[in-house]
């Protein structure tokens, strides 16, 4: 159906969008991994779900499974290190090649363990999230929570190769798929032009056909994100930074929350915000604001919880890793593909969006 290359400075690698994934993933790992030990880390929903397929997955050659429960609280220090214990009692070893089989958690942790494991052994990302299908199986991020900031602890690892399966689809919930249109959404926001126009011009996003995101919109939104990561692949130059985009605020709703809030609803929270402060520091025009606030209305997004303060956002926002100089750094949008990458806000301003703004 689709294969987009990414040429990351550190490793080039083929995202490969199929409907048949078991041939294809079963003909990959015969050309590159031939006879060399396979180590799965699977989620255990997605295990329950589709065991049937990840037998087929596992069917060619020596391999290992790692099932695990994806949550904020295990995407930790103790749940890697019960990985890499696994892999050495499990004999894993340089050749080997690890695949993470899940969303954003399990490729993230998965991802670490790859990175640090023998100092860094291949993996692959069989992504089964919208979420993870858009945005996280791409770029090479990988790590873990810790002392309550999120993602705090990784390494930049990019994967050997990442098979989308639209299948997977067919088995989220709605609240997961909400978390992948956030990211979609800041995909939108990033980039302008059609795509901003094709999902804004979208009745019901949580009740479109999985072929049209299969066919249309997770490829492109892959591809932008690909694009980005080949410019600036550690995020050092300020382009991936924009990727950012409505992640300073909600990585603070999401670590205030206990993780009850999920990471892309977060973000849909946080691209609000962001649009609202921009629009209070005259760095959005009106009408563009009112386009975006419709179009996150369509999520119908809870009310904002009580415990969500200045002051608690403040001090989580303050320790993200992101900010410099002790001051809070924000990804703004100004446009629809016109994206300010590093803008510190008057404390009035941003009181004022975080406890008046309707989230
Ligand atoms: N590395 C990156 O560049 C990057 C980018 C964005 C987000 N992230 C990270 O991704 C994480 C969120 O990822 P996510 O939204 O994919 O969540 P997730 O991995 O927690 O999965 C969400 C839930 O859906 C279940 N699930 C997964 N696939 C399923 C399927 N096909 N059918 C039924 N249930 C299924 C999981 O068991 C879990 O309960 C966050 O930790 C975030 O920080 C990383």
């Not at 067919?170 to 798929?177: D, G």
């Not at 550690?234 to 990471?263: D, P």
């Not at 009112?290 to 919880?305: W, Y």
Request: charged fraction near 25%.
């Amino acid at each position: 159906m689709a294969d987009i290359q990414i040429n990351a400075p550190s490793g080039k690698y083929s995202v490969i969008i199929n409907d048949d994934i078991a041939a294809v993933f079963s003909g990959f790992l015969d050309k590159h991994f031939k006879g060399k030990k396979r180590y799965f880390v699977t989620d255990s929903n997605v295990l329950k779900d589709h065991s049937e397929l990840i037998n087929r997955l596992r069917a060619d050659g020596e391999s290992e499974q790692y099932c695990f429960e994806a949550s904020e609280n295990n995407k930790s220090l103790q749940s890697l290190s019960l990985i890499l214990g696994d892999m050495v009692s499990k004999k894993i070893n340089r050749d080997s090649i690890l695949i993470a089989i899940g969303g954003g958690i399990t490729g993230d942790i998965a991802g670490f363990a790859a990175a640090v494991f023998a100092r860094g052994i291949s993996y692959v990302h069989i992504p089964t999230t919208l979420l993870a299908m858009v945005d996280s199986s791409i770029g090479g991020k990988t790590g873990v929570n810790h002392g309550g900031i999120k993602n705090i602890t990784g390494a930049f690892h990019q994967p050997f190769a990442v098979f989308v399966y639209p299948g997977f689809l067919s088995t989220l919930p709605t609240e997961e798929k909400l978390c992948g249109w956030g990211e979609i959404v800041k995909y939108s926001l990033i980039t302008g032009g059609d795509l901003f126009e094709k999902v804004a011009g979208i009745a019901e996003p949580l009740k479109i056909d999985d072929r049209i995101l299969s066919g249309e919109i997770i490829p492109e939104c892959i591809r932008i994100k690909g694009g980005i990561v080949e410019k600036d692949e550690k995020e050092v130059s300020g382009i991936r930074k924009v990727l950012n985009l409505g992640h300073t605020f909600a990585h603070g709703i999401e670590s205030l929350s206990g993780y009850q809030i999920k990471h892309g609803v977060a973000v849909l929270y946080g691209c609000r915000l962001a649009a609202g402060l921009s629009r209070k520091m005259n760095l959005m025009d009106a009408e563009t604001y009112e386009r975006i606030k419709t179009l996150i209305g369509k999520f119908s997004l809870p009310a904002k919880p009580e415990y969500l303060t200045f002051n608690s956002m403040r001090s989580v926002m303050i320790s993200d890793k992101k900010n410099q100089d002790g001051q809070i750094s924000f990804v703004l949008p100004c446009l629809p593909g016109e994206i300010l990458p590093e803008i510190t806000a008057p404390e009035n301003y941003l009181k004022e969006i975080i406890e008046n703004g309707n989230f």
